[in-house]
């Protein structure tokens, strides 16, 4: 066998078991359920109305181009729908994919950053499939998994290989240019300071600072370019007020303002210190483990290349998005892989350098593990604590009826958890994976029923096949077109006026409204009432609802309401 092949069964090798038992959790996780609203319901109504209005270069949502968005995404959506059709299933797949490719990437990363730590590059993806939020998310049929690839990709073209130590300049600023085609300028947020901080973690760069930097710059152009490739066209085709978001309003406006993702600089503001509280839950086993803390803080100058390159890319990246006013939790998704990749480092030097700590058992996974039998012993009492009123609320009471079988699955995770000896990173993994997967699934049979929006969906989709206007009081986020397969706009309606305006023009119209509290008359009158997260859906005939906001009683209608999934906490809640 020649040394090429071998290389490359080597590292077949290497991904194993990891990558297909995080692929198998996956898809059981993704496909559990439906996408979930607004989120991934949104990104398909984009895809679905660019496919069905052959919208290829501009995305449109609800009649409207899109701005906020670019169109890498919705491109790979439409490849899988050329060759299957329109479905779920690709676009879901996709998904699972991306968290596939990352978790190899990072093994990738680790391997050239740490050549003669061997242990790093088996240990890092197993960190970063521990994380129950980063799994979680990747759940979501959106933008920033497919972003954590490219900022990945990009980053491993900087990083030495074994017979070249020079970056791959031309591969770099192709992978921020498909970065900017997912996401727009906040991919340049991630992957932009281990590339100027480059002299201070690369050899390369320190001896040859004018090629690294010149190089650099070129690259990013580069990536720009093939922005622009996308860009210039699009916001000609888009119409003068596209044009104007698309390079003003929006991608201007992020780069003064913060670089903002989709939303409104002050929709998401939070103080500068937001992201730090929530450290544990994005970090979550990993921020519970003693041992990865212990390894972090036994670091000591001089740190190896692998490890000033990770807080290269983590602390500057941290601090702009700790001071941008905007924040989301899965803004910095694609530091999860950085923050694994520094965790495995300093647990290989910590096994190095103080193997009594690397082998202590007060600063095994035991924490996680009390834990784990702590939340099986609730989970098991939970249906006592519910038939004795003492615990009431809409999760718990739906929980209750399934909790116990979960609370088994709990008791063994608990007890792999505080199991002593080698394969503690492997364990943590597993059991992380599997408990992540236990309480999306308990979410599934409980709680899911709020997030289903099929009801309403195919509801509309009755109507828009026979072409009555559809309206939605307040603010519609695609959250129907895809599911119903619209193809019409939905309407969006904001008072009482508009409510008869709509009513008059359009008779035989629907109006979906959303109610925190239901009436008596949200029982009578309209076609479908249904529960969404924690208020309702109600669909209306026009004419009734503008009837009613008038002060004038309705027809009685030809067929009693619909009302779908309430569960016994729900009909406490109905008049």
Avoid at 73 to 82: K, P, R, S, T, V
Avoid at 438 to 464: C, E, G, I, M, Q
Avoid at 531 to 541: G, N, Q
Wanted: net charge positive.
């Amino acid at each position: 066998m020649s040394s090429s092949a071998y290389s490359r069964t080597e590292h077949l090798r290497a991904l194993w078991p990891w990558l297909p038992l995080w692929i198998v959790i996956a898809l059981i996780a993704m496909f559990s359920h439906g996408p979930m609203p607004l989120y991934s319901t949104r990104t398909l109504a984009v895809a679905w109305e660019m496919w069905n209005q052959h919208h290829w270069l501009v995305p449109h949502i609800n009649g409207a181009p899109y701005s906020e968005k670019v169109p890498l995404l919705f491109w790979m959506i439409h490849a899988g729908w050329f060759v299957f059709g329109v479905n779920d299933v690709w676009p879901r797949v996709l998904e699972v994919a991306f968290g596939a490719i990352e978790l190899m990437l990072l093994a990738t990363m680790a391997r050239r950053l740490f050549p003669n730590r061997a242990w790093v590059a088996k240990a890092a993806p197993w960190m970063l499939m521990a994380l129950s939020y980063a799994f979680l998310f990747g759940l979501q049929i959106m933008y920033d998994v497919l972003l954590a690839v490219w900022a990945l990709a990009a980053l491993l073209c900087l990083t030495p290989k074994g017979t070249r130590q020079e970056p791959r300049w031309l591969l770099f600023g192709l992978c921020i240019g498909l970065g900017l085609l997912t996401k727009g300028p906040v991919m340049l947020v991630h992957v932009v300071f281990p590339w100027l901080l480059g002299p201070l973690w690369s050899t390369w760069a320190n001896e040859n600072r004018s090629r690294w930097y010149g190089r650099g710059v070129l690259s990013i152009l580069l990536g720009g370019v093939i922005l622009l490739a996308w860009a210039l066209p699009a916001g000609f085709s888009g119409g003068d007020a596209y044009r104007q978001r698309l390079f003003f309003t929006q991608t201007a406006g992020r780069v003064v303002n913060g670089l903002q993702h989709a939303e409104p600089l002050q929709s998401h503001a939070r103080p500068v210190w937001w992201y730090l509280q929530w450290i544990p839950v994005l970090m979550f086993p990993l921020a519970a483990w003693p041992r990865a803390l212990v390894a972090l803080g036994a670091l000591r100058k001089p740190l190896e290349p692998g490890l000033r390159f990770a807080l290269c890319w983590l602390i500057p990246t941290f601090i702009v998005f700790s001071l941008i006013s905007g924040k989301q939790l899965y803004y910095p998704l694609p530091e999860l892989a950085c923050g694994a990749l520094l965790l495995a480092g300093a647990i290989a030097v910590l096994r190095e350098k103080h193997p009594a700590l690397a082998t202590n058992a007060w600063l095994g996974t035991w924490i996680l593990g009390v834990g784990g039998l702590l939340l099986a012993v609730f989970l098991f009492v939970l249906p006592n604590l519910v038939a004795s009123d003492r615990l009431h609320g809409e999760w718990f009471d739906g929980a209750a009826s399934h909790s116990r079988v979960f609370s088994v699955a709990f008791v063994l995770l608990g007890a792999l958890l505080l199991l002593r000896g080698r394969g503690e990173t492997r364990r943590l993994a597993v059991a992380g994976l599997i408990g992540t997967l236990a309480l999306n699934s308990l979410f599934t049979l409980t709680l899911w029923h709020k997030y289903d929006l099929r009801p309403v969906a195919h509801l509309l989709a009755a109507a828009d096949a026979e072409h009555r206007a559809i309206a939605y009081v307040g603010n519609y986020e695609g959250q129907f077109h895809f599911e119903g397969r619209l193809t019409q706009p939905v309407q969006e309606l904001k008072d009482d006026t508009e409510i008869q305006a709509f009513a008059t023009a359009h008779p035989d119209g629907l109006i979906v409204v959303p109610v925190g509290t239901l009436s008596s008359n949200d029982l009578r009158y309209p076609l479908l009432v249904q529960p969404f997260r924690s208020s309702w859906l109600v669909t209306w005939p026009a004419t009734s609802l503008a009837a009613l906001r008038a002060g004038h009683a309705p027809t009685e209608p030809s067929q009693p309401t619909q009302v779908y999934q309430v569960n016994d906490w729900r009909n406490r809640t109905l008049p």
